[in-house]
């Protein structure tokens, strides 16, 4: 008797529109992001002046007689094996010692409470 | 020594004389044994005669107490619930009053009268106004990192299909004899969200608030225990082994505009969800724009514990014995477990289901992250991966769903609002 007197279609209008619409709104934002995102990478992908400048200029020194920074690095890493130069350490450990000055007001031995444990 | 004890005398002479000569002046006017019989009157003690449902509800209040604090069950929320449940439920100690907000509406001519208003009253306000949950989530929101699941949008189907438990416990709900508004706050308890579930539950059935936000915010902390066997359940160990593929990194761009659209969005398609989710995302946009840390650190901080201690408290402090202990109670109770566990199992349902579409294979245990326990469902998800392969981390993977839960949650929130608000 209870359960007849339920308007389930009330109760499935309630149930279909919730469903459909959680659903529609979470795929619209996918949508969405995936749009933010293409957008936001089409901005990253666009070479700006300065970049385009960089390249260029990156270009010119590679056909000048200054090698790039890249072919710097190979070569010191090369020399580096070949004369397999290491760097001395000192084995030293300097730690600097912190002076602790306790106090009442930040010695946690003075703690309002003390819980025993 | 005579001096002193002259003095001492005349020091008693003069004390009794102040006590005992109003006394014998007002002797004829009042009793002195009817004032005190009317000030052991006035104790609790005397108050639980043919009362001892009260004493039944600090003892539900003392268990509450001990899981939060031995346990730690959701501490944070379960304590002050708790204890509001034991201060509300002490004879004479007059600080709640159910009757100011009968029938749900708040009584403001009542208020007037000072003498028959509890701090508990006040405090009730809040959550009667829809304040406290609005204001938690504007800290969820600067708490919440949505970069996973702007890396993988395909999370928020997760999100929306763990909703579904939602509207079919408020079918269950209603099928048991519970009005719609009460089916509705009850089934909200699917989503697995705090905040959501006592801001529709105050809207809609503010006489279930204290059930309500008891079983949600225990269920929450049951989390750990409800979902692994339904996840395994419902997996292979070769599924549960899927090793996903790395999330590609989210520009601040993305995680700026993000918020500002999803409210603008969700706003206009569903009014009755702009409180939460403009919250939400509001929180969201300090943390992200990177010019009010100020802000941020306060919403996350600060405001979030103050809510917190209100919001718990005055939940608390309706659970009343008449409201409390009640068949209608542990029907909730059972619900609220059941919409739990179709949550889980509905999340991951949905993830197999997008395995057989889909061409990069995603690991089913994220799926049941689409309740929106954050970040415990997660935590979830990762646990019960590394148990099928330890190799395999999954805790950034299920952050997507995770979070699209909340946003989830509060879409179907804001449908049941609209419909039976």
């Keep these: 008797m209870m359960l007849l007197s339920i308007d389930w279609g009330f109760a499935g209008v309630v149930c279909g529109v919730g469903i459909g619409m959680t659903f529609c709104i979470l795929v619209g934002l996918i949508c969405f992001i995936k749009l933010l995102s293409w957008a936001v990478g089409l901005k990253d992908k666009k070479p700006t002046v300065e970049a385009k400048a960089e390249v260029k200029d990156d270009k010119k020194t590679s056909t000048s007689s200054h090698p790039t920074s890249h072919e710097q690095a190979a070569i010191a890493l090369a020399m580096h094996l070949y004369f397999d130069a290491h760097d001395e350490e000192p084995h030293v450990i300097t730690i600097e010692e912190v002076e602790k000055r306790y106090s009442p007001w930040s010695s946690k031995i003075y703690n309002m409470r003390n819980f025993t444990k | ?421």
């Design chain 2, 1 to 421: 020594m005579k001096k002193s004890k002259s003095n001492l005398i005349k020091c008693f002479a003069f004390l009794l004389m102040i006590f005992l000569v109003p006394t014998l002046a007002m002797a004829g006017e009042v009793s002195i044994g009817d004032k005190i019989s009317e000030f052991f009157g006035s104790m609790g003690f005397a108050q639980l005669e043919g009362n001892w449902l009260c004493l039944v509800m600090i003892l539900v209040s003392f268990v509450l107490l001990y899981l939060a604090i031995v346990k730690k069950f959701e501490p944070l929320l379960l304590l002050p619930i708790a204890f509001g449940m034991l201060l509300t439920n002490l004879p004479g100690a007059g600080l709640y009053h159910p009757e100011l907000f009968a029938e749900g509406h708040v009584h403001w001519k009542d208020f007037a009268d000072a003498n028959n208003v509890g701090l508990l009253d006040y405090l009730y306000l809040g959550v009667k106004l829809g304040i406290y949950p609005c204001l938690i989530f504007l800290g969820v929101g600067a708490m919440t990192d949505f970069g996973p699941l702007l890396a993988n949008p395909k999370s928020f189907l997760l999100g929306a299909a763990a909703q579904v438990a939602i509207f079919a416990t408020f079918f269950g709900a209603l099928a048991l004899g519970f009005t719609y508004e009460q089916a509705g706050s009850i089934g909200i308890i699917g989503g697995a969200d705090g905040p959501t579930a006592i801001y529709i539950t105050s809207k809609l059935a503010p006489e279930l608030l204290g059930p309500i936000a008891v079983a949600a915010y225990s269920y929450m902390a049951l989390v750990p225990v409800i979902q692994p066997p339904i996840m395994k359940a419902l997996t292979t160990e070769k599924e549960r082994q899927i090793v996903m593929k790395q999330l590609r990194k989210v520009s601040k761009t993305e995680k700026i505009i993000f918020p500002i659209l999803v409210t603008a969005i969700i706003a206009l398609l569903l009014p009755a969800a702009a409180p939460l989710v403009g919250c939400l995302m509001l929180g969201n946009l300090l943390r992200e724009c990177g010019v009010t840390e100020r802000l941020s650190k306060t919403v996350q901080n600060e405001l979030m514990n103050i809510c917190t201690i209100f919001l718990g408290i005055s939940v608390g402090a309706t659970a009343t014995a008449s409201s409390f202990l009640n068949p209608q109670t542990l029907l909730i109770l059972v619900l609220g477990v059941t919409a739990f566990a179709l949550g889980s199992a509905s999340g991951v349902l949905f993830a197999k289901l997008m395995n057989v579409f889909s061409k990069n294979k995603i690991n089913p245990l994220i799926g049941s992250a689409g309740v929106s326990a954050v970040p415990m469902a997660a935590r979830v998800s990762q646990n019960v991966g590394q148990e099928a392969n330890p190799s395999n981390f999954l805790l950034m993977h299920a952050m997507g769903p995770n979070v699209a839960g909340v946003i989830g949650s509060t879409v179907a929130a804001g449908v049941l609002l609209a419909f039976l608000g």
